[in-house]
């Protein structure tokens, strides 16, 4: 319990210090916090469904980003076959990830449920390229970009002005967060899902469909990815190997918050957005932000390691 | 039986060794990459053994060449002195990531590995150009043994006698016992004394040191380096599906998967000549799913029957 509640005090520690730097932020350049902000919910509405995956059936799915590059492809195919509005394709996106997400799961996820984490790492990460080669080898790697007119739309209040199609993002954030949220403690597959990730067998030995139970939540949260791999198409640039940071930051998250911390997730894209965004406005800099994330899982490792020695 | 393992051992020793009097230069030259990969594939092996999943092959080995290429370039000094610098470098950064990392769980130590190909790219591409060559890389005066393919061929062949001897050494000595309590029961192995967090770090310093000699020897041979060709996703990707191909957690697992892989990539490159990638990306899958043991476990299922 003592640990506990240690714990419980580090986190409003860093929830406290969160806010300081958010107000210091806010005084000197408020445009910084604002670009931050916006990049935190793109990192959050990736990692949450990659949290759910790895939280209820307990897998690490190293091919995370790569679905979402499937989205951005099909949101960019979509707008250009059909010449409607690539928002439009969030709904068929939607449905398409969620047959993607049955179909991989019997066929890749199931057969590696119960052997060892390394060969469902291999597994994943094996994935992750075949589908990172087949939009190579499909639409060549070379970037594509949507011209969408709203997007680039910004406001100026004072001598601040700041993009607004980035707010989608983080709408998107709280939405998928409270989306999951509510599913998983109103909703009886929900609350079923949270028992098969405290412990399957006994989620099994009262009377749980535990296999029927991954298949939904692996399949939901491919289908969030995909959907949300639309939404990332509209504003940025795609191509093959895009989704690769994405899994590394979504993993770096959840490393940080815990698995299993849905609410985590959300403080701690905020710590990773927000020094993202103030290192890549220091002149000079800007190349040293793709370290953020490295140095961060690396603290959260170290600290992680220190309490386990300490137990 | 002893004595026949001996001779055969022996006799595919001179063999190897001997490649170069009559061969040619094409030949040679597809060997000793396969050579490479074979070994990147055994120093992978020797991890995996020891319970831990590396992505990282690929940091490493870059590494190792950029350290290799930046000593040739401020000194001058023998290349071969240069090579054996680029290895030390990568021991000594994977000794830090080590010390780091390796007391969580694997997948921790999994997720690291898989960043630090493009962590290591990121710096490389930060450092001031006058040191890294920037995104353009450094190309060198010269390649090792002004590009003689035999004097080529016999060093990856010496660093592959190193890497697999060491392998060997591993399954045999005092170790291999330690490490494969740690595979098969972490809990037993700390309960009986064994400093597993100690091991772990010894094996992952000398696996990466012997990616990094690759890597040191490739920049040589080819005589540059840059970022995006030195930590390319290849050099991880290759030498994990030849391992699995062959069969894990032995030495001649990846080599026998290293000489399929590597003749069949010959060919396939020819066939496709980019996205090729694709077929170890689909190698790996259907290992796992289908074929944990490799070719090496087919062979020993298919002759035990009899």
Redesign the interface.
């Given at each position: 319990m003592q640990i506990v509640s240690k714990l419980r005090e580090r986190r409003y520690q860093a929830i406290l210090g969160a806010i300081i730097m958010a107000v210091i932020i806010l005084a000197v350049k408020p445009e910084v916090l604002l670009e931050g902000i916006q990049r935190s919910s793109l990192y959050a509405v990736i990692a949450l469904p990659m949290a759910l995956i790895l939280g209820i059936v307990g897998i690490?799915n190293?091919a995370h980003g790569d679905f979402m590059m499937l989205g951005s492809y099909m949101a960019y195919w979509f707008a250009v076959k059909s010449g409607l509005d690539p928002l439009l394709a969030m709904i068929p996106a939607m449905l398409a990830f969620f047959l993607i997400g049955i179909l991989t799961f019997y066929a890749?996820i199931k057969?590696?449920l119960g052997s060892q984490?390394?060969?469902q790492?291999?597994?994943t990460?094996?994935?992750?390229?075949?589908l990172e080669?087949?939009a190579?080898?499909s639409f060549t790697s070379a970037p594509l970009k949507l011209s969408v007119p709203y997007v680039s739309a910004s406001l100026t209040i004072g001598d601040l002005t700041f993009g607004t199609f980035e707010f989608v993002y983080v709408l998107a954030a709280m939405l998928v967060f409270y989306i999951i949220s509510l599913f998983l403690k109103k909703t009886r597959i929900g609350r079923a899902a949270r028992a098969v990730g405290q412990n399957p067998k006994g989620a099994k030995l009262v009377g749980i469909d535990v296999n029927k139970t991954y298949l939904i939540i692996f399949s939901l949260s491919i289908a969030i990815i995909g959907t949300i791999g639309v939404l990332f198409a509209m504003r940025h640039s795609v191509f093959p190997v895009m989704g690769?940071?994405y899994t590394?930051k979504s993993?770096c998250l959840i490393?940080m918050a815990g698995i299993g911390n849905i609410t985590g997730i959300l403080w701690y894209s905020a710590l990773l957005g927000v020094s993202e965004s103030i290192i890549t406005a220091i002149p000079g800099a800007a190349?040293?932000a793709?370290?953020v994330?490295?140095a961060l899982?690396?603290g959260a490792?170290?600290i992680?390691?220190y309490q386990?020695?300490v137990k | 039986m002893k004595i026949w393992k001996a001779f055969v051992i022996a006799a595919l020793f001179l063999a190897a060794a001997s490649l170069p009097f009559y061969t040619g230069t094409y030949l040679l030259h597809t060997i000793y990459i396969i050579m490479m990969y074979m070994s990147l594939a055994i120093s992978w092996d020797m991890l995996l053994r020891a319970g831990q999943l590396s992505f990282g092959i690929a940091g490493l080995f870059g590494i190792g060449g950029y350290a290799a290429t930046m000593l040739q370039v401020f000194t001058n000094i023998n290349p071969l002195i240069c090579i054996l610098f680029g290895a030390i470098m990568a021991g000594l950064i994977s000794l830090l990531i080590g010390l780091a990392t390796l007391r969580l769980r694997g997948i921790y130590f999994a997720i690291i590995t898989l960043a630090m190909a493009e962590i290591f790219r990121v710096i490389i591409r930060n450092l001031p150009d006058t040191w890294t060559g920037g995104a353009m890389g450094i190309v060198l005066n010269n390649a090792i043994f002004n590009g003689d393919v035999k004097q080529t061929y016999w060093l990856v062949f010496g660093i592959l006698l190193i890497t697999i001897v060491l392998s060997e050494v591993f399954n045999k000595s005092r170790i291999h016992f330690a490490i494969t309590s740690i595979r098969n029961d972490e809990i037993v192995a700390m309960s009986s004394g064994i400093d597993i967090f100690k091991w772990l770090v010894v094996i992952f310093v000398i696996t990466s040191t012997l990616q990094g000699l690759v890597g040191a020897a490739y920049t040589e041979i080819y005589g540059s380096v840059n970022p995006d060709a030195n930590f390319s996703v290849h050099y991880s990707l290759l030498p994990l599906a030849m391992a699995l191909l062959g069969g894990i957690r032995s030495t001649w697992g990846p080599v026998i998967g290293a000489i399929v892989l590597g003749l069949a990539g010959e060919y396939l490159k020819l066939l496709m000549p980019y996205g090729y990638l694709i077929i170890y990306g689909l190698i790996i899958i259907l290992v796992i799913l289908f074929l944990p043991d490799g070719i090496m476990g087919l062979i020993k299922k298919l002759t035990q029957k009899k």
């Open positions: 690490i190293l890749l057969p590696v984490e390394l060969n790492l291999l597994l990460f094996g994935l992750g390229l075949v080669e087949a190579n080898l690769a940071p590394m993993f490393a190349g040293w793709d370290l994330f490295f899982i690396v490792i170290l992680r390691s386990q020695r | -």
